[in-house]
């Protein structure tokens, strides 16, 4: 059983920054990765936002938020961050962590993630 923990979310003006934090319980070791997506108000899909392997740090990004969002992992804490810097209106959504059980063929689908955390809210005044 793995459990997925998310903070760091909140109310934000354009331009500024949050930084998110997902703390992973349990069973992780055999976890390959963690993922971030997000899903919009109105919007049924969640959209990929960033992934980063456990092992060697291998980072993704969707090009909407490459250059502005940088993720980083601390093994010893079981903990991935989300920096999400010059936010705009379109990054306000509720964010979420995943994990999948073994190693998928991409990161950027939601289907291959086994474990969610709840999602903290993210939003963005103009």
């Known amino acids: 059983q793995v459990q997925l923990v998310e903070s760091g979310g909140g109310l934000v003006q354009a331009g500024g920054s949050l930084r998110l934090s997902c703390a992973a319980s349990g069973r992780t070791f055999s976890s390959y990765a963690m993922g971030w997506f997000r899903q919009a108000p109105g919007k049924e899909e969640r959209e990929f936002v960033s992934a980063i392997t456990w092992s060697g740090g291998k980072t993704y990004y969707t090009d909407s938020v490459n250059g502005r969002f940088t993720i980083t992992r601390d093994s010893a804490k079981n903990t991935v961050y989300l920096q999400m810097n010059s936010l705009g209106p379109e990054d306000t959504a509720v964010y979420y962590c995943?994990?999948?059980?073994?190693?998928?063929?991409?990161?950027?689908?939601?289907?291959?993630?086994?474990?969610w955390g709840q999602g903290t809210q993210v939003t963005v005044s103009s």
């Open positions: 995943a994990a999948p059980k073994s190693r998928p063929v991409t990161l950027r689908t939601p289907t291959v993630y086994d474990y």
